[in-house]
Nanobody, 128 residues
Framework: QVQLVESGGGSVQAGGSLRLSCVASVSMLGRYCMAWFRQAPGNQREGVAVIRTDGGSTSYTDSVKGRFTISQDNAKNTLYLQMNNLKPEDTAMYYC?????????????????????WGQGTQVTVSS
């Protein structure tokens, strides 16, 4: 398993921006899928954005399309989530996660059970 450490959470007003970072303990070059999930109290963990580390293709859940951007810096073993135009409903604990993608599967999953490495989470609070 990969060790993941998130940072960058905080409290902002609606319309504001935050950038989350996730540093991995090993190089993420290769067939890794990395993702950002979030979980609000009383809700299930939700996949927000995923990225294939080999090629950089990305996918987003509908509620964040056009506002959030997932990206990677392989030289720093770091995953980012740039969050713009934040809304109160974005308030949640945000988690970074990773798994090694089988060669036969070209896409990255949004299902939490697929991921076997998780960070400790960073809190994002958006006030109206």
């Amino acid at each position: 398993q990969v060790q993941l450490v998130e940072s960058g959470g905080g409290s902002v007003q609606a319309g504001g921006s935050l950038r989350l970072s996730c540093v991995a303990s090993v190089s993420m070059l290769g067939r890794y899928c990395m993702a950002w999930f979030r979980q609000a109290p009383g809700n299930q963990r939700e996949g927000v954005a995923v990225i294939r580390t080999d090629g950089g293709s990305t996918s987003y859940t509908d509620s964040v399309k056009g506002r959030f951007t997932i990206s990677q810096d392989n030289a720093k073993n770091t995953l980012y989530l740039q969050m713009n135009n934040l809304k109160p409903e974005d308030t949640a604990m945000y988690y970074c996660a990773a798994y090694w993608r089988p060669q036969s599967i070209w896409y990255c999953s949004f299902a939490p059970d697929t991921y076997n490495s998780w960070g400790q989470g960073t809190q994002v609070t958006v006030s109206s």
